[in-house]
């Protein structure tokens, strides 16, 4: 398997987390969960055969994609097909991060996916051929770099990237009420800023990225402390910490350790 990932310099490092391309991807398992975690995710499809989104539990119900398609910030895991010998180059959006890209309010993506065609008409799917073309990867990197650089228009508000960064840093300290009092604007109009340039509220950004802190606390400690991990994260009790974590998951805390896959936030399903 071919896995390269490139973090972009200025000025798209301001918006984007990161790139990954990768090739010959031979999963273990047919279908992965994705938890939630407050990105927007460009991706494009180097095979033509359909991936299958899963709308229900049980696998029969589901959307397919090909080529390159958007999936918005969700509040809740979704399934994804992982099919074998999968190619794919994928860019991860900050919270906040794929505003300039995009021209729609980010809140009507929220809990989908959906064909590029639909937000960058055959732009992106332009870029896709050339992608297949160029044999070398950190040009592919290259081309996806200009293409967003010449679709950029930056978003410029004090307000919204400092609430931002209060969220991504303190997530279960944050409440709408108190920063909008701060800043000197109203709930409603922070509310709006995030409809239009986020897509999730700031109460269901917050969840998610405190969902995300338990989630990094657990990878980084070989030995877990459930009842440290509820302090550490602000939860009220532990009650509702795994309420929220089974909300995000599917899956009770305990059981996560042994669910988890490869790679953070994907959790390889075997379908019975």
């Given at each position: ?31 992965e969960?994705?938890?939630?975690d407050?990105s ?6 180097f095979?033509?055969k359909p ?27 979704i399934?994804?097909e ?44 332009d870029?896709?051929?050339?992608l ?38 303190n ?14 604007i ?48 602000g ?34 399903i075997?379908?019975?």
């Amino acid at each position: 398997m071919i896995f390269e990932l490139h973090f972009p310099g200025p000025p798209l490092d301001k918006y984007v987390v990161n790139m990954v391309f990768y090739a010959d991807s031979c999963p273990d398992t047919p279908i992965e969960k994705l938890l939630p975690d407050g990105s927007v995710f460009l991706l494009i499809d180097f095979e033509d055969k359909p991936k299958k989104c899963y709308r229900s539990d049980d696998f029969t119900i589901y959307q397919e994609y090909t080529r390159s398609y958007v999936s918005g910030q969700h509040r809740e895991y979704i399934y994804i097909e992982a099919t074998q010998h999968a190619s794919m180059m994928v860019v991860q959006f900050k919270p906040g991060g794929a505003a300039p890209f995009l021209d729609c309010p980010l809140s009507e993506l929220n809990g989908k996916v959906v064909h590029s065609e639909a937000l960058f008409g055959n732009a992106l799917n332009d870029l896709r051929e050339a992608l297949l073309q160029e044999p070398d990867i950190p040009k592919k990197f290259e081309l996806m770099e200009n293409f967003l650089l010449n679709r950029m228009k930056p978003v410029s508000n004090p307000a919204l990237e400092q609430a931002l960064q209060q969220l991504q840093e303190n997530p279960f300290g944050f409440t709408t009420k108190a920063f909008a009092e701060k800043a000197g604007i109203s709930q409603k109009h922070l509310i709006h800023l995030f409809d239009k340039y986020v897509g999730l509220t700031p109460k269901a950004l917050s969840r998610v990225l405190r969902f995300q802190q338990v989630l990094q606390q657990i990878e980084k400690n070989s030995t877990i402390d459930w009842l440290q991990i509820v302090a550490d994260c602000g939860y009220y009790d532990q009650s509702h910490f795994v309420k929220d974590f089974y909300a995000f998951s599917g899956i009770n805390p305990g059981e996560y350790p042994d669910a988890r896959g490869e790679y953070l936030n994907y959790l390889p399903i075997k379908p019975e």
